[in-house]
């Protein structure tokens, strides 16, 4: 890979707390003020360098960068100083968004046209005007907005690339914002990451689309803090035969997140795939499985996670595990914003279209090209794509 060549990442959220931090992590790298902790991939060759990263996308929220980082408190004065000039030139560009699917995501930097094929070409052309303008060598487009709630995905519209076509044509409800961002990238050529909760790329028509087109697509739903400490501890009840009679997760955060997730319909998007997980990894239903997520101002981006886990073993006897993770949401989830960008291109290098399996490590409902239940075990996940990794530089 070439160390010159120039990556663009157009954010669909670029001014969320996750976003920023992913920014200005790259731009600290560039002054030489930081350096690879918590980039899990930092020690691989052949990828795209962090340092060759530019950034731009959309946000309801027209305030530069350096002021939305300000304002979510993930990065320390030190950090905001140093980045800040980089971080200010950048400015969103006018979001598409519907309050129809995401009723807490309030701005008025929007995209003021009306039918889905408009919409779709003020994407693509931002996308277009991105690649001229900065002369980048690849481009990426990573969906960290605000979770949506999901369509009726029975439906004739999601169900092929023909299907979803025609559905645009005629300003079909089912299709999502998200959707939009996803079908321009696809149609564009551009490798497509979904770090959120939300249906996009994942729709049958759209990874129809993608497969014919070969474009590389990702998701849903980045694994950073409880579920990955599920995926990690699940495989190895598992392995010593315990028996998990309940588990109780919660979580509390004020960040944006928090407050999109404060409207039922968002917040069941994400509980459905943070749900879906153990009783995958163990085989069996957890009939006492609870998740909730709570919104509460006062902890900002610093999330906290609890989790009481009550197992039996040999002879019946009970046992308990108790989890208290506490964590800025945002320092766990761009680093593999920025791995996920460098490995899609990786995909789009060696002329891998489509779903991309071998990157479920990093999601909590990992993408599958056949619908089939996907892997969740972290071990397992990593295992694959090393071997994938591995069997580029073959």
Not at 145 to 164: I, Q
Not at 278 to 287: F, M, N, R, S, T
Not at 385 to 391: F, H, K, N, Q
Request: glycine share 10%; net charge negative.
């Amino acid at each position: 890979m070439a160390e010159n060549a120039r990556t663009g990442v157009a954010i669909v959220g670029l001014g969320g707390a996750v976003a920023t931090t992913a920014v200005a992590g790259v731009e600290l790298m560039k002054l030489g003020t930081v350096g690879t902790d918590g980039l899990p991939l930092a020690d691989t060759d052949g990828l795209v360098p962090y340092t060759s990263l530019v950034f731009a996308g959309w946000d309801v929220d027209g305030d530069d960068l350096a002021k939305a980082a300000h304002g979510h408190r993930v990065l320390d004065d030190r950090q905001i100083e140093a980045a800040g000039p980089a971080l200010a030139d950048i400015e969103p560009w006018p979001a598409v968004a519907d309050p129809e699917y995401c009723r807490n995501a309030r701005g008025s930097n929007l995209v003021a046209v009306p039918a889905l094929r408009d919409r779709v070409a003020h994407i693509a052309a931002d996308l277009r005007r991105f690649r001229r303008d900065q002369e980048l060598d690849h481009l990426v487009v990573v969906n960290l907005a605000s979770t949506e709630r999901w369509p009726d995905l029975t439906l004739p519209a999601l169900a092929s690339a023909d299907g979803f076509e025609k559905a645009l044509d005629v300003d079909d409800a089912a299709i999502t914002p998200g959707m939009l961002y996803a079908y321009a990238a696809i149609t564009e050529g551009c490798p497509y990451v979904n770090f959120t909760p939300s249906a996009a790329a994942d729709v049958p028509g759209l990874l129809d689309l993608a497969e014919q087109r070969g474009v590389p697509v990702a998701g849903k739903d980045g694994k950073t803090g409880q579920t990955m400490m599920k995926t990690v501890l699940a495989p190895a009840f598992r392995s010593r035969a315990l028996t998990v009679d309940g588990w109780y997760s919660t979580n509390i955060l004020g960040n944006r997140d928090g407050e999109i997730l404060d409207d039922p319909d968002s917040l069941s998007s994400k509980v459905a795939t943070k749900g879906s997980v153990l009783d995958d990894i163990l085989g069996y239903e957890v009939g006492d499985h609870v998740v909730r997520i709570d919104y509460y101002r006062p902890r900002g981006d610093e999330k906290e996670a609890w989790d009481n886990i009550d197992l039996s073993g040999f002879l019946g006897q009970r046992m308990q595990i108790k989890v208290d993770f506490m964590a800025r949401d945002s320092v766990l989830a761009a680093p593999l914003v920025l791995e996920l960008v460098r490995l899609v291109v990786e995909a789009q290098r060696r002329g891998e279209g489509g779903a991309q399996e071998q990157l479920g490590y990093f999601f909590k409902a990992p993408t599958t090209r056949d619908g089939r239940r996907p892997e969740h075990a972290l071990h397992v996940q990593e295992q694959v794509l090393r071997e994938w990794i591995g069997a580029g530089a073959a």
